[in-house]
């Protein structure tokens, strides 16, 4: 069991920082606003977690924000809570119960935790499978924190998105499958963007696949095609890169809509096509109020029909 001495005050020139690997902290801007808030209107309730240094000297092992901001403003005195008889596996399990004491990891921080806790203790994901895994939100199988770790792990300037929601984790499954170079690349070229999480998976994927069709790395595909993302917004880029991923389905759905309009059908009747023009059947819609109205509409189709006005659709329809 880990044993706690009664939480107490120290001088906070008297903690230091034990190790950086005890650090797995990634808020975001809005965690970094609350928690300035918070310590602004109520300073630090929250105890330091510590362990025994040297003399007088307590090693921190969670709170650094903490300490900072007591520093900064010229605290005497901060709460503390000196672990004591604590084992690795054990001061871990402490550094999380307190890290989700205070919110939810995001998942940036569930890697770095995962890293720097086998990095430090020596455990395998296998071990950390029953318990640990759970504890972070994740399945009981190693394999569940591929994922995170791939997050974790990236340049800090390209954790962020992750980190807040912005970039969709779901995406981190199609960028580990790429080189390091690639996924680094794609996540240049949509850095900034805002959208949903399909469609910046979407998109994800149908970069990929251009630039290894073309069997060249995404980042001088997108050079030779004049991508620019700073110009444009998500759904922009990615329709920028679906129709030279489909050339042939962007050339139909430019067209279509022409080959409908020669038609000269009435402006009660429409005409549309299956989804990416797959499955061959398309609808022909009519909005009528009256019986005779819906007469007109199917007398006008049908001299369409015969006058050859609707052959141009022929060519979807093969």
Same mark, same amino acid.
């Given at each position: 069991m880990v044993g706690v001495r009664h939480w107490r005050t120290a001088d906070p020139r008297d903690v230091i920082v034990a190790n950086e690997i005890f650090s797995f902290s990634w808020p975001t801007a809005a965690d970094h606003r609350d928690l300035q808030r918070s310590l602004g209107r109520r300073g630090v309730?929250? $105890?330091?977690?510590?362990?025994?240094?040297?003399?007088?000297?307590?090693?921190?092992?969670?709170?650094?924000?903490?300490?900072?901001?007591?520093?900064?403003?010229?605290?005497?005195?901060?709460?503390?809570?000196?672990?004591?008889?604590?084992? $690795?596996? @054990?001061?871990?399990?402490?550094?999380?119960?307190?890290?989700?004491?205070?919110? $939810?990891?995001? $998942?940036?921080?569930?890697?770095?935790?995962?890293?720097?806790r086998t990095a430090h203790t020596?455990?395998?994901?296998?071990?950390? @499978?029953? @318990?640990?895994?759970?504890?972070?939100?994740?399945?009981?199988?190693?394999?569940?924190? @591929?994922?995170?770790?791939?997050?974790s792990g990236l340049p800090p300037e390209h954790r962020h998105g992750f980190a807040d929601g912005s970039r969709p984790l779901h995406a981190a499954r199609l960028l580990r499958g790429a080189s390091p170079e690639d996924s680094l690349a794609v996540l240049a070229v949509?850095?900034?963007?805002?959208?949903?999480?399909?469609?910046?998976?979407?998109?994800?994927?149908?970069?990929?696949?251009?630039?290894?069709?073309?069997?060249?790395?995404?980042?001088?595909?997108?050079?030779?095609?004049?991508?620019?993302?700073?110009?444009?917004?998500l759904e922009a880029l990615r329709e920028q890169v679906r129709r030279r991923r489909y050339p042939h389905l962007s050339r139909w759905e430019e067209a279509f809509p022409a080959a409908v309009a020669g038609a000269g059908l009435p402006s009660r009747v429409s005409i549309h096509p299956p989804g990416g023009f797959e499955g061959g059947r398309y609808q022909c819609r009519m909005t009528f109020s009256t019986l005779d109205e819906l007469h007109q509409n199917l007398l006008t189709v049908l001299e369409r029909l015969e006058e050859g006005r609707l052959a141009p659709l022929q060519e979807f329809l093969a």
């Amino acid at each position: 069991m880990v044993g706690v001495r009664h939480w107490r005050t120290a001088d906070p020139r008297d903690v230091i920082v034990a190790n950086e690997i005890f650090s797995f902290s990634w808020p975001t801007a809005a965690d970094h606003r609350d928690l300035q808030r918070s310590l602004g209107r109520r300073g630090v309730l929250r $105890p330091l977690l510590c362990v025994a240094g040297k003399g007088s000297q307590l090693a921190l092992v969670a709170g650094g924000r903490r300490l900072a901001w007591a520093g900064s403003v010229g605290l005497k005195a901060v709460p503390v809570a000196v672990l004591e008889d604590c084992g $690795p596996g @054990e001061l871990w399990g402490r550094l999380l119960a307190d890290a989700q004491d205070h919110r $939810p990891l995001n $998942p940036v921080e569930v890697g770095l935790y995962l890293r720097r806790r086998t990095a430090h203790t020596g455990e395998t994901l296998g071990a950390l @499978e029953s @318990e640990v895994l759970p504890a972070l939100g994740l399945s009981s199988r190693a394999a569940a924190a @591929e994922d995170v770790l791939w997050v974790s792990g990236l340049p800090p300037e390209h954790r962020h998105g992750f980190a807040d929601g912005s970039r969709p984790l779901h995406a981190a499954r199609l960028l580990r499958g790429a080189s390091p170079e690639d996924s680094l690349a794609v996540l240049a070229v949509t850095h900034g963007l805002l959208g949903g999480i399909n469609k910046f998976t979407d998109l994800v994927r149908i970069l990929l696949e251009c630039a290894w069709r073309d069997g060249v790395p995404v980042a001088e595909w997108v050079a030779t095609h004049g991508l620019d993302s700073t110009a444009t917004g998500l759904e922009a880029l990615r329709e920028q890169v679906r129709r030279r991923r489909y050339p042939h389905l962007s050339r139909w759905e430019e067209a279509f809509p022409a080959a409908v309009a020669g038609a000269g059908l009435p402006s009660r009747v429409s005409i549309h096509p299956p989804g990416g023009f797959e499955g061959g059947r398309y609808q022909c819609r009519m909005t009528f109020s009256t019986l005779d109205e819906l007469h007109q509409n199917l007398l006008t189709v049908l001299e369409r029909l015969e006058e050859g006005r609707l052959a141009p659709l022929q060519e979807f329809l093969a």
